[in-house]
């Protein structure tokens, strides 16, 4: 298969990034990071999440970050709503697009939003009907796609179970999560062929942890099944607090720098995905994490 002309790519640094942090950031440093990406050319960045702040303590501040970003035409600001209280706190900050999140392995689930997978997806059910009705857009997640921290591996085929669901209960994509960054290119392509069966490979999204340092070879792997979609977070800020060890996701950077190796267009501007993302590491305290910026740093 050919390699995809453009690809979208899903900023999720100022949530799946920041959700796992456990020093306080300042509303007004979450404002900068999501003003700062859209000025780097990002077309879709996941702002925040309207869940329990006793199981997400940092994610608490959303609707403020939501009233203090500046909104650009064409750029989606989504949010993470796991039930309808989410979602009307979403639709009350004036979000447009949502995601509900769903996992591939029964103790993940648990432990993420306390309920089986069965009884999620029948809490979405009410999600994505009010969601349809006031014209928001839903995707969906799925977690643990290539193997679970409780549970160990996770058959395609499960993961394909719950994408199937999503699919037809409206979500218009659906991000495949390596929660724990586990999985390798040739699994990858397997999980795809299988679930490509059940969902269209252009509804699908790939959204890779990069603990075992296979981020960047489960991306070019998905570009040649056809996946055109991916979620990377700057500076690869992150973690999951309900995975011990999870680091964060792929570094945008250096997906960028992948893609635009490739030839393959994506309308972001590299060096100031890099400011933006060395300015967020200044005010954590820490080193970025892309590999990139870390290089281009070093050119100083
Ligand atoms: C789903 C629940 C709420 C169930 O949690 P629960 O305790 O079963 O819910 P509940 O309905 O019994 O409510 C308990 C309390 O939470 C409140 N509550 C209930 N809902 C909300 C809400 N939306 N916003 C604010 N508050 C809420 C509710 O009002 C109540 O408050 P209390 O009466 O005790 O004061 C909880 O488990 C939860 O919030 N989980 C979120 C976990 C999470 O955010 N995880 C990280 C995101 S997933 C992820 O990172 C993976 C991903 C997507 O990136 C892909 C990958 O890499 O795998």
Redesign the pocket.
């Known amino acids: 298969m050919s390699l995809p002309r453009y690809v979208r790519l899903v900023e999720?640094g100022p949530?799946?990034g920041l959700?796992n942090e456990k020093q306080p950031i300042r509303v007004t440093d979450k404002v900068r990071l999501v003003n700062d990406l859209s000025a780097a050319g990002l077309a879709y960045i996941e702002v925040g999440?309207?869940?329990?702040?006793?199981?997400?303590p940092q994610?608490a501040g959303s609707t403020e970050v939501f009233a203090g970003i500046e909104r650009h035409p064409g750029v989606t600001y989504a949010a993470?709503?796991?039930?309808l209280?989410?979602?009307q706190?979403a639709i009350d900050a004036g979000v447009k697009e949502v995601?509900v999140?769903a996992?591939a392995s029964e103790s993940?689930s648990q432990r993420?939003?306390?309920?089986s997978i069965a009884d999620s997806l029948l809490?979405f059910q009410p999600v994505l009907e009010m969601a349809q009705q006031r014209g928001i857009r839903v995707r969906g997640?799925?977690?643990?796609?290539l193997g679970c921290p409780y549970d160990g591996a996770v058959s395609p085929h499960q993961v394909a179970a719950v994408c199937r669901e999503l699919h037809a209960m409206g979500c218009h994509e659906i991000?495949l999560?390596?929660?724990i960054g586990v999985g390798t290119a040739g699994g990858v392509r397997q999980l795809i062929e299988v679930v490509g069966r059940d969902v269209p490979r252009e509804r699908l999204a790939g959204?890779y942890?990069d603990t075992y340092g296979q981020a960047l070879a489960n991306i070019y792997a998905s570009l040649l099944e056809g996946i055109a979609v991916f979620?990377s977070s700057v500076a690869g800020l992150g973690g999951?607090?309900?995975?011990r060890g999870?680091t964060g996701?792929v570094a945008s950077e250096d997906v960028l720098y992948l893609l635009q190796g490739l030839g393959i267009e994506t309308g972001v501007d590299l060096a100031r995905l890099i400011d933006a993302g060395s300015h967020i590491s200044k005010v954590l305290g820490r080193e970025s994490a892309s590999r990139v910026a870390r290089a281009r740093a070093a050119l100083r």
């Open positions: 999720v949530r799946d959700q999440s309207f869940v329990s702040p006793k199981w997400v994610m993470l709503t796991p039930n209280k989410g979602l706190a995601a999140f996992a993940f993420n939003i306390n309920c809490r997640y799925v977690s643990c796609v991000s999560g390596d929660t959204h942890h979620d999951c607090p309900y995975a999870a996701n």
